[in-house]
């Protein structure tokens, strides 16, 4: 089992250009969220999908849009990225209630810098 | 909100010692989980505690549940370089029980 994979690791972008971040898992998950991290702030939630075929804003959703493609994957989309989007992007999942209904496991991260 | 804090923001240990970090709350949680990072990584799972005052163990860690269900401890006995990194408490926020609320971490630094 892979876990939960994203990608890429790294991407530089110019101000106003567009990207997606890619995240799948493959452990049957439900839920699925992407998280952003900067420095002193902690993980900040950005958007989640509770199961598949919904998806719901987190606290920063600002900026971003999301599609939960099928029950493996989940993008992060910036349509037109702004400096204050550099960050390091977290996806994560988390199973069904019952057996730890609330671990969720992370990726690996994806280092995002705008220009 | 129901905001988890952790301080200090950083410490800073010497090999072979011991070290307990904590994490508070004005809001009751019925779950707590202990997260590290390791640089460059993402947030790797730890130890999860469902009940107030159970105490549970991972190799040299251990946490706690505190009875009052606004704390948790974790410890790391006979620390290693290797313990270097981000420690995050979460537990799940009230009603949305998709999502969890973070600490904003300790960054631990052990001397060689």
């Known amino acids: 089992n892979a876990g939960v994979t994203q990608t890429p690791k790294f991407q530089v972008l110019k101000t106003g250009q567009s990207m997606t971040l890619q995240c799948a898992q493959d452990m049957n998950h439900n839920s699925m969220y992407w998280y952003r991290q900067d420095p002193g702030m902690g993980l900040r939630l950005i958007y989640y999908?509770?199961?598949?075929?919904?998806?719901d804003k987190g606290e920063v959703p600002n900026g971003y849009n999301v599609s939960r493609l099928n029950k493996r994957e989940f993008s992060l989309r910036l349509e037109s990225a702004a400096p204050s989007q550099t960050s390091v992007y977290f996806c994560?999942?988390?199973?069904?209630?019952?057996?730890?209904?609330?671990?969720?496991?992370f990726g690996p991260g994806t280092r995002l810098t705008v220009t | 909100g129901q905001q988890l804090n952790q301080s200090p923001q950083s410490m800073f240990i010497q090999e072979g010692e011991d070290v307990s970090m904590n994490c508070t709350s004005s809001s009751i949680f019925n779950t707590w989980l202990w997260y590290k990072q390791d640089p460059g990584e993402g947030p790797v799972l730890l130890i999860a505690?469902?009940?107030?005052?159970e105490l549970t163990s991972n190799g040299r860690l251990t946490a706690q549940f505190g009875i009052t269900r606004k704390d948790s401890f974790l410890n790391i006995s006979a620390s290693i370089p290797s313990d270097v990194g981000i420690y995050f408490c979460?537990?799940?926020?009230?009603?949305?029980?998709?999502?969890?609320?973070f600490g904003k971490g300790i960054t631990l630094s052990v001397r060689p």
């Open positions: 505690l469902y009940k107030a005052g």
């Open positions: 999908s509770a199961s598949e075929g919904t998806t």
């Open positions: 994560a999942s988390k199973g069904l209630a019952g057996v730890g209904p609330y671990e969720q496991y």
């Open positions: 979460a537990g799940p926020i009230t009603g949305a029980n998709s999502k969890l609320t």
